[in-house]
């Protein structure tokens, strides 16, 4: 059992904890994502740390031991049977052999999985999938049945394989068919749930089958951030390795970066290279602006975050690009795992004929995510929740720590590094590359704890996150859907814990909420404190339920004014040294 002080806990503290919990969780025998993305981890020897009472030879043996039994429990989509098929196409290795896996793919083709109204009914049953417009599509069973009915592209099929992607999600098999027949989508599924390869797949496959008639650009992906634009591009890319239009040219697909926004308006490359382009809606205006790109070719524009590129901070920029794609037969498709009806109304006046696509509820979490609310009286009582959660084992990396404001993130931060915890920080005033280094650390495992504010909490896909901990209550039920999908994506399960003080009383009720169209279980007084009036509601939506927050800190004021001063020392002391001597900065007169 691992036992703690609920007064500052030291490094050594942490890593005995870590090991401690590891051990449990081993002994166990529970399904342990950490273990997967543990083996990964820079987990130091460091005996001087440490203490020597640490025995790595546990945690290493039980990862290798478990390997087979966590990878059949990852196997979430069922999907054993053909990945046993990729793993043996895997093995043939010429090109003339690849040739053949084509073929064989082409072979296996069988009916399709849904034939008629009747099995479309039952399948949309089960997946609780709504589905209203005109004239739709049956939904598709199986990837497979994408060669039976549309002439889908071997090549992407198969790319689709090899990257593990064997069985549709729900709103895959909705939105694929509808994309594929041209239709404006307005599509809501819960986060994790694989709204990206559901755009992503019908768009490279109608961008295939246009070919190559050097119109110049013909897709454009529009996110809210950078991260989640970088995290489309590199899915893309993927897919659309080793296609070929026409078989002349690769298809080209890019991240508007900004060294690829400077080179653009530069000439240093045409305009016309590219098919499809990734971006954040910013770095688009200003090439379109500059004359340095052309919309007037873009045949499909795909919103991801739609809600959040049509609420009241995007939607001038929004409206700019859509302005700037004046082809009369753009195709708009438009997702997001929450779509309040206020932008789901704009939304919609844009769209021609669309479709409306709502997997679950609208408003719902996703049900993989074990969601709990943790009263902590007052701003010092979060830290020591914290502590809580690490001693009664709830802490397991990796975790995810949202707060509400850059100042608040960078306070925790201090206050959990100085604990001596694996921990870094993400908001908007860290440099674009900071931020991609702490991303790419986190995911490989090397980092077990990242604390961040709103800037990371939508469409970004970290696989085996364990913990989200809204330190400071989200701002609204969508923020919080949104930063809690962090976690239990892809079929896996987590957990999400939501701290609020006395001053959080109204801004926890849509939380409270959230909880209870996502079926969990809510304490009768929940309930109760849970309903909202029609003056509430107005408050939260003005921002009024906003609340002053305490700085973040439980050393005590002398511990504080002396690291203060140390900090100031160290700051005068730099600046002393990096200052020209008045003498030195003029020229010599000897
Ligand atoms: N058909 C599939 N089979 C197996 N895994 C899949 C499939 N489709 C998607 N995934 C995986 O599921 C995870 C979540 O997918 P994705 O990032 O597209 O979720 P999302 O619905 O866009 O979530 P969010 O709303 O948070 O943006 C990814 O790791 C993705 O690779």
Redesign the pocket.
């Known amino acids: 059992m691992v036992n703690i002080n609920c007064g500052r806990i030291g490094i050594i503290d942490w890593f005995a904890l870590f090991v401690g919990l590891l051990r449990s969780v081993c002994d166990l025998h529970r399904m342990d994502i950490f273990r997967v993305l543990a083996r990964g981890a820079n987990v130091r020897k460091d005996t001087k740390r440490i203490g020597k009472d640490v025995d790595f030879s546990v945690v290493e043996t039980t990862v290798k031991d478990n390997d087979k039994q966590i990878t059949r429990e990852l196997d979430f ?1 069922h ?1 054993k049977r053909i990945m046993k098929k990729v793993e043996d196409l895997k093995d043939e290795k010429n090109e003339a052999i690849e040739d053949e896996r084509e073929t064989s793919v082409e072979n296996e083709v069988k009916e399709p999985k849904v034939t008629n109204i009747d099995e479309a009914t039952a399948l949309r049953k089960s997946y609780k999938g709504k589905v209203t417009g005109e004239d739709i599509p049956l939904p598709i069973g199986s990837f497979e049945d994408l060669v039976t009915r549309f002439s889908f592209d071997k090549r992407l099929l198969n790319n689709l394989i090899e990257k ?6 729900p ?2 098999c909705e939105a694929i068919p509808l994309s594929l027949n041209g239709r404006d989508i307005v599509a809501c ?9 559901s755009f992503l797949i019908p768009l490279l496959q109608r961008v295939i089958s246009e070919g190559s008639n050097g119109t110049g650009l013909r897709a454009l992906i529009i996110s809210p951030t950078k991260e989640l634009a970088n995290q489309i591009f590199i899915e893309c890319d993927k897919l659309s390795h080793k296609i070929f239009l026409d078989k002349k040219r690769p298809l080209q697909v890019a991240l508007l970066s900004k060294s690829l926004n400077a080179k653009l308006r530069n000439k240093v490359i045409s305009d016309k290279k590219y098919d499809i382009i990734v971006t954040t809606p910013l770095r688009l205006i200003d090439l379109v602006k500059n004359e340095a790109l052309d919309l007037s070719t873009v045949k499909h524009i795909i919103f ?2 739609a809600d959040k590129l049509f609420d009241k901070t995007f939607i001038e920029q929004t409206d700019d690009i859509l302005s700037s794609c004046n082809n009369p037969k753009l195709q708009k498709s438009l ?3 929450t779509m309040p009806s206020s932008v789901e109304e704009i939304a919609q006046s844009i769209m021609m004929d669309p479709v409306r696509v709502i997997i679950g509820h609208k408003e719902a979490a996703n049900a993989n995510i074990t969601q709990k609310i943790v009263y902590c009286g007052n701003e010092e009582g979060k830290l020591i929740a914290i502590r809580q959660l690490v001693q009664e084992g709830e802490f397991r990396p990796p975790v995810i720590i949202f707060l509400e404001s850059i100042e608040r993130a960078k306070a925790l931060y201090h206050e959990l590094i100085y604990d001596g915890l694996n921990v870094d920080v993400i908001h908007a005033e860290r440099t674009q590359i900071q931020r991609e280094k702490i991303i790419e650390s986190f995911k490989k495992g090397d980092l077990w704890c990242l604390i961040c504010t709103d800037v990371l909490a ?2 970004v ?1 970290f ?1 085996g996150v364990n913990l989200i901990i809204n330190y400071d209550v989200p701002r609204t039920a969508q923020a919080y859907v ?1 930063r809690i ?1 962090r976690t239990g ?2 079929g896996r399960s987590g957990k999400a814990v939501t701290f609020y003080t006395k001053q959080d009383s109204l801004a926890i009720k849509p939380v409270i909420n959230v909880m209870k169209q996502s079926g969990c279980q809510v304490a009768e007084w929940m309930d109760g404190i849970s309903k909202l009036s029609k003056r509430e509601k107005e408050s939260i939506k003005k921002g009024k339920a906003r609340v002053n927050r305490k700085q973040i800190s439980t050393v005590p004021k002398v511990d504080r004014l002396k690291r203060k001063r140390k900090q100031d020392t160290i700051e005068a002391s730099r600046k002393r040294k990096y200052q020209p001597k008045s003498d030195d900065s003029k020229p010599s007169t000897s």
Request: net charge neutral.
């Open positions: 989509f999907n593990h992607f064997t069985e549709p999600t709103i895959q599924a819960p986060t994790g749930s694989g709204k990206t390869l991801d975050e997702f997001s795992a939508r469409g896909d696989k949104h999908g994506r892809g």
